[in-house]
């Protein structure tokens, strides 16, 4: 049964005036000089796949899979993204092509890495993917001198041996090892019929030598572990890879190591199945994962995820015991800091206006609704009130019913925030989660971005969670409740 219909009764009964349409575009005046913050960039010629993030002289270098769905044989050349403030990013188009002929190892781009050698050159490593070719996967190399140019180097090119599979060789990330005086290659592949990701070494970044497995999936499903990273923050070595299977989503490991063992963290993941392929990256003082959230098939909100999407950057907060947590980034925090309008258009009259916010009495089904932001926006919001069995949160597109069509769910009951596309929370399944612990709670901090059609949420620096709304743009959005007296206060929404 439908929440709205279950509901509906009570809450037309106690809805104020609907002061306002549900396809607003008001919730504050905007500067007609403020350039808009991109939280969650894309580009006009490409949706954004694999990222493969490169720090380099005070710029954050994000090199690509540009899903271009042009129909072509070829598909994913590298594209460039580039920002100094995570706020705005300049688009420096595709920078490394895939092949022109039918036959040619790299028809199709896959993941890898950027880095530069000792002497300033840049090297790109790539996987060359053809579906019609075998081996179907192959380790590349191309050197350029201002990342932008890139010559091949096909003499270069290495293929699975006889420990690995053939079918799965690919997401190259290499870096160098001062210790050891050589560079590190980690290359995603099968053995024995499980994950593994295989450990290569070469003092010259041409000549490759096998030193076997270097890690192998820890998690039962025999899944590959896609586009990982190897990087040392702190006192603390870290591993990253995104399982291709049965989650789709982001891991992590720890070690003190660089050799291991690396550690699987009681909470060993940072997002959703929102946000994929993320590889982590440092300034050299803040630590970033960075990834993407999916199209939905039609892009239609009501559907599931497709293949690339809009770039998701996730800030990293590092704690004692070398666990980490996704929190919003504090470039974005300092520059989105144009507060908007926080009057209801609609509100049941059984909430309590607050200060700087609402109390809900816990009757059945209630809201607080507001307009819609004019471009990106930023909510935050402290939460308090909440009992064993509450479900509350935020929505986006209401309804004619005023009911949110798409939902992130505080479900107290089994301990996490969900979203929802779809109105029917009291039958319908999630489509996203987190696993958050309530107990011992008495309040939390909510802050929720919302920009191109993505959102993201950020509950206590703990954990995120990203989602496709594309109706989350445009449309009015509400704190609502469920048979749940939560208060919603110190509320705040910029842009």
């Known amino acids: 049964m439908r929440k709205h219909r279950l509901l509906l009764t009570a809450l037309s009964a106690v809805l104020l005036g609907a002061c306002g349409s549900n396809n607003s575009s008001g919730g504050g005046t905007s500067d007609p000089d403020r350039v808009p913050v991109q939280v969650f960039p894309t580009t006009d010629g490409a949706l954004i796949g694999d990222t493969m993030p490169f720090w380099d002289d005070g710029v954050m270098n994000v090199f690509y899979l540009a899903d271009q769905r042009d129909g072509k044989t070829g598909y994913h050349p590298w594209g460039l993204l580039r920002t100094k403030d995570f706020c705005t990013y300049e688009d420096m188009g595709i920078v490394i092509p895939y092949g022109e002929k039918d036959t040619d190892q790299d028809i199709a781009l896959g993941t890898g890495c950027v880095m530069k050698d000792q002497n300033g050159l840049y090297h790109a490593f790539y996987t060359g993917h053809n579906d019609y070719y075998d081996p179907k996967e192959a380790v590349m190399h191309a050197t350029s001198s201002d990342m932008l140019s890139w010559t091949k180097i096909p003499e270069d090119t290495f293929i699975a041996n006889d420990k690995y599979s053939r079918e799965d060789f690919r997401d190259p990330y290499v870096f160098y090892v001062p210790e050891e005086q050589q560079y590190w ?37 025999g899944t590959n572990m896609e586009c990982p990273t190897l990087l040392k923050y702190g006192d603390k070595w870290y591993l990253s890879f995104s399982d291709q299977w049965p989650d789709r989503v982001v891991h992590y490991r720890i070690s003190d190591s660089i050799s291991g063992p690396f550690v699987k963290p009681e909470k060993d993941t940072m997002d959703g199945n929102g946000f994929y392929a993320g590889r982590m990256e440092t300034d050299g003082t803040n630590l970033y994962i960075v990834g993407w959230n999916g199209t939905k098939y039609d892009h239609d909100d009501a559907n599931d995820y497709d293949w690339a999407g809009n770039m998701v950057i996730h800030q990293l907060r590092q704690h004692p015991d070398g666990t980490l947590t996704p929190i919003l980034n504090e470039n974005i925090a300092e520059t989105m800091t144009h507060e ?102 008495d309040s939390v901090h909510m802050t929720v971005l919302a920009d191109s059609g993505v959102t993201c949420l950020y509950l206590d620096d703990e954990i995120a969670l990203s989602a496709r709304m594309y109706r989350s743009n445009g449309t009015n959005w509400q704190f609502f409740g469920i048979n749940a007296g939560v208060t919603f206060d110190n509320i705040a929404v910029y842009n």
Do not use: C, H
């Open 185 to 221: 290659m980690l290359v995603v592949t099968r053995s024995e019929g499980t994950g593994v990701i295989a450990r290569y070494t070469s003092k010259d970044l041409s000549k490759w030598t096998d030193e076997g497995i270097f890690f192998t999936d820890d998690m039962g499903f």
């Open 340 to 441: 908007l309008s926080e009057k209801p258009v609609v509100m049941t009259d059984t909430v309590k206006k607050l200060k700087d916010g609402f109390e809900l009495a816990g009757k059945q089904y209630e809201i607080v609704q507001f307009e819609s932001f004019e471009d990106s926006g930023r909510i935050e919001a402290d939460i308090s009130g909440f009992e064993g069995d509450d479900m509350f949160g935020l929505a986006f597109a209401p309804d004619l019913d005023n009911v949110g069509t798409l939902n992130y769910v505080f479900n107290i009951a089994e301990n996490r925030i969900e979203f929802y596309n779809t109105d029917e929370l009291i039958d319908g399944y999630p489509q996203s989660y987190m696993d958050y612990d309530f107990s011992g709670k």
